[in-house]
């Protein structure tokens, strides 16, 4: 099942604002301008990819989009999709995530050269997700894709095999729950 980001208040963002329900169905209001590629709801078959689109830090497990009008290597974009499990606000999961992926830029950056600049980046990212996980839903979502980004970017020609340890890791922390 692919993932979405909310707000705290489970609400869809980019104006939207209508709220996530389990079992709910939401569809767009305007379809016509989803097959116009101007918006859409949109998930991510992995947690590390729909960070990238991240309004905020509660996660909602979701059925794939119905009438699918994009699909690229990191979402879909459709006419309505429905949340199936809402693991609610996993900021400090993200948080732990952002120090994680740090440390791997940092080895990354000392076994391969020339990506000591995403490594600098990476923890830079965490240090701010540390600032404004307390009460910035949004900037901290943002800072924690960004540090997960870098991770993946300083690894190299391993830039997959950390995108899957990546994926692994928040599963895990997921299962938890």
């Not at 794939?64 to 979402?75: L, T």
Request: proline share 2%; charged share 30%.
């Amino acid at each position: 099942m692919p993932f979405h980001f909310t707000n705290a208040k489970g609400t869809l963002g980019f104006g939207d604002g209508r709220q996530v329900v389990v079992g709910k169905t939401l569809r767009v209001k305007y379809p016509r301008l989803v097959e116009c590629g101007i918006y859409g709801l949109h998930s991510s078959n992995l947690i590390s990819y729909a960070l990238t689109y991240a309004p905020g830090c509660r996660l909602w497990e979701v059925s794939h989009p119905r009438g699918i009008v994009s699909a690229q290597h990191d979402k879909q974009v459709g006419v309505d999709r429905k949340a199936e499990k809402d693991f609610g606000d996993i900021r400090e999961i993200l948080v732990r995530f952002a120090k994680r992926c740090a440390e791997e830029a940092l080895k990354f950056s000392s076994e391969f050269s020339g990506v000591a600049f995403y490594a600098d980046d990476a923890v830079e990212a965490a240090r701010r997700v540390l600032r404004y996980a307390i009460d910035i839903d949004a900037e901290a979502a943002a800072c924690v894709g960004v540090a997960a980004i870098s991770a993946r970017n300083s690894a190299r020609d391993h830039y997959k095999k950390e995108l899957a340890a990546q994926e692994a890791w928040l599963r895990k922390e997921l299962r938890r729950l």
